[in-house]
């Protein structure tokens, strides 16, 4: 039975029982604070919040956040059909805006990772000419005067223009 009490279950009843056996047992510090794994700096500044305040509760439940995210859940089943189709991430997300229904990359990378889907699965980010295609094709290429789409150029070019009239400038290569 004292194992109930010399090993608490949660991070509240851990925290009474170390301060309960400095302050009631007398233990000293440092033994304290070995006894319930906490670090003497750790145990001190455990010991200076009760003093602080004495009336706090120990014994309310820990608060818990929401287990599942609605948005995501309705959407799951949404996600792993298009996924089906071999889109990508962000193929996924465009045709979720399309219908009127939000749901970030990352939140969709969540899904498919807990469905299953190869979190190192290529297919699930787009290389970076289809993602300037896709842009083109959002906006228009009239408005890539003003825009420069890094992916088309080589590494080695470090200035671009961005001026509707003038032609990429190349550096000079090393």
């Known amino acids: 039975m004292e194992r ?3 090993e608490p279950a949660n ?3 851990r925290q009474y029982e170390a301060l309960r056996a400095y302050f009631v047992d007398g233990l000293p510090s440092a033994e304290t604070a070995a006894r319930f794994s906490y ?3 750790s145990f001190r500044v455990l010991c200076h919040q009760l003093r602080q305040n004495p009336q706090r509760q120990f014994f309310l439940p820990p608060q818990k956040g929401p287990r ?3 948005k995501k859940e309705t959407l799951r089943e949404k ?3 298009l ?3 071999n889109l990508s991430i962000y193929d996924i997300n465009e ?3 399309g219908e009127g229904q939000r749901l970030s990359p990352a939140a969709i990378s ?3 990772k807990e469905e299953g889907f190869a979190p190192g699965d290529l297919a699930l980010r787009r290389p970076r000419s289809q993602i300037c295609d896709s842009w083109i094709s959002r906006h228009g290429a009239s408005a890539l005067s003003s825009v420069a789409c890094f992916s088309f150029y080589p590494l080695w070019c470090r200035l671009v223009s961005t001026v509707s009239s003038a032609a990429p400038a190349y550096p000079a290569r090393r």
Do not use: Y
Request: proline share 8%; glycine share 4%; aromatic share 4%.
């Open 4 to 6: 109930v009490f010399l």
């Open 11 to 13: 991070s509240t009843h």
């Open 39 to 41: 670090s003497p700096g």
């Open 68 to 70: 599942r995210a609605p």
């Open 79 to 81: 996600v792993v059909a």
């Open 83 to 85: 996924r089906k189709q």
């Open 95 to 97: 045709a979720l805006a």
């Open 110 to 112: 969540i899904i498919l």
